[in-house]
Each structure stands twice: as C-alpha cells, then as structure tokens.
C-alpha cells in the first residue's frame, strides 16, 4: 500500500550541492507531514528535516541548520531535501518517512561526501 521511493543520492565533494527526492504512493499525500532521517555506519537513526502536509511549516536539526532544505511538491506527491555546502559528517544513508498507519519508510539513498 504505502510506499516511499528515494532517490538523488551520489558520491559528492565537500561543499558541493545535491538534492535528494521521495516520491511517494499509497496514502492522501497533502495530509500527512513528511521527514526525511540519516544513519551512518554504527550510528542511530536521526532526524534531519521534516515539513508539514501544506508545507507551512519545517523543522530542521541544528547541524543542518542554513545548509539544507526540505521542501515538497503536492501535485507530484514528492518531496524533497536540498542539501548545500556538503560536509564530510553528512555522509550516511538518507530516508524518507511518513507517519502513516505505524509508519513507513523508504529504502534509502546513500550520501557520500569525501574528497
């Protein structure tokens, strides 16, 4: 039923940009806020961005914080997460999440920033 497809993802150097997508089916998109998580190796899931089902609102960690942004396009059931200025602490595993029913996640997208 619900489903949460990420793409974007890339080998990328410090300082670069790249922005990562979630298309999303299975669910009335418009009404649910959606998050987008990172994991890196031996590290515990975080939450990175999330933003509400108008768009409204978002939230943001702090270590991302004027770096990245999360953003959604409703008519595509879309949503998205520019990521500017790439630092080698941002490389992990980037997911897409939406709490619907007990909740769903993607399959992920690796992010690898190194020179």
């Known amino acids: 039923q619900v489903q949460l497809v990420e793409s974007g993802g890339g080998l990328v150097q410090p300082g670069e940009s790249r922005r990562l997508s979630c298309a999303a089916s299975g669910f009335t998109f418009r009404w649910y806020s959606m998050s987008w998580y990172r994991q890196a190796p031996g590290k515990e899931r975080e939450l990175v961005a999330s933003?509400?089902?108008?768009?409204?609102?978002?939230n943001y960690r702090d270590s991302v914080k004027g770096r990245f942004t999360i953003s959604r396009d409703n008519a595509k059931n879309t949503a998205y997460l520019q990521m500017n200025s790439l630092k080698p602490e941002d490389t992990a595993v980037y997911f897409c999440n939406v709490m619907v029913g007990t909740g769903a996640w993607g399959q992920g997208t690796q992010v690898t920033v190194s020179s």
């Open positions: 933003i509400t089902g108008t768009g409204n609102s978002t």
